[in-house]
T-cell receptor, first 113, second 115 residues
Framework: DAGVTQSPTHLIKTRGQQVTLRCSPK?????VSWYQQALGQGPQFIFQ???????QRGNFPDRFSGHQFPNYSSELNVNALLLGDSALYLC????????????FGQGTRLTVV | DQQVKQNSPSLSVQEGRISILNCDYT??????FLWYKKYPAEGPTFLIS?????DKNEDGRFTVFLNKSAKHLSLHIVPSQPGDSAVYFC??????????????FGKGTLLTVNP
């Protein structure tokens, strides 16, 4: 079982550009959540996808958008990048309808210059 | 407005002794609590959880205690080992009508276990 995999592991972008991050959930999991972890902070919930729809959303602007595919994998898109978007982006997967723990990927380190 | 607070940024203990990590929360709707451990360059790894209907959950060397009236939980690690050195995150969720649960995290506590 490969667990949750994210790509790429590191990324450097310029202010104003757009970025797409990818996530493959753990086998058997159909729900994907995205989190942003800034330096020295805990992960902050961005949004969650289930059945290819956004189900919950945290306090992030519309520049942050996502998608879930029929195979449950997911993408996070960020438009008009700001310096403050520099962070570790974490993907977590879990089975729907349970209070079970979410499994996290290793994250994508995004640096905006 | 931080709903989950870990007021100790760091904690240092001797190998073999007890490590106690604390967490406070303000949202009364939280009904499920989790602890995650994170090593550098890795994603958080689930450690242990507790439902609000319990006040204690134990798994090997790890025990989580929940005091609902004080809105406080703690993670006890006994005995502590050097491999336990990591950042520990407290997280909480509220039942959102049976769908899956978004997690609200604290800022984390860096635990260092000295040999």
């Amino acid at each position: 079982d490969a667990g949750v995999t994210q790509s790429p592991t590191h990324l450097i972008k310029t202010r104003g550009q757009q970025v797409t991050l990818r996530c493959s959930p753990k086998s058997g999991h159909d729900t994907v959540s995205w989190y942003q972890q800034a330096l020295g902070q805990g992960p902050q919930f961005i949004f969650q996808y289930y059945e290819e729809e956004e189900r919950q959303r945290g306090n992030f602007p519309d520049r942050f958008s996502g998608h879930q595919f029929p195979n449950y994998s997911s993408e996070l898109n960020v438009n008009a990048l700001l310096l403050g978007d520099s962070a570790l982006y974490l993907c977590a997967s879990s089975p729907i309808g349970t209070a079970s723990e979410a499994f996290f990927g290793q994250g994508t380190r995004l640096t905006v210059v | 407005d931080q709903q989950v607070k870990q007021n100790s940024p760091s904690l240092s203990v001797q190998e073999g002794r007890i490590s106690i990590l604390n967490c406070d929360y303000t949202n009364s709707m939280f009904d499920y609590f989790l602890w995650y451990k994170k090593y550098p360059a890795e994603g958080p790894t689930f450690l242990i959880s507790i439902s609000s209907i319990k006040d204690k959950n134990e798994d090997g060397r790890f025990t989580v205690f929940l005091n609902k009236s004080a809105k406080h939980l703690s993670l006890h690690i006994v005995p502590s080992q050097p491999g336990d050195s990591a950042v520990y995150f407290c997280a909480a969720s509220e039942n959102s009508g049976g769908s899956n649960y978004k997690l609200t995290f604290g800022k984390g506590t860096l635990l260092t276990v000295n040999p």
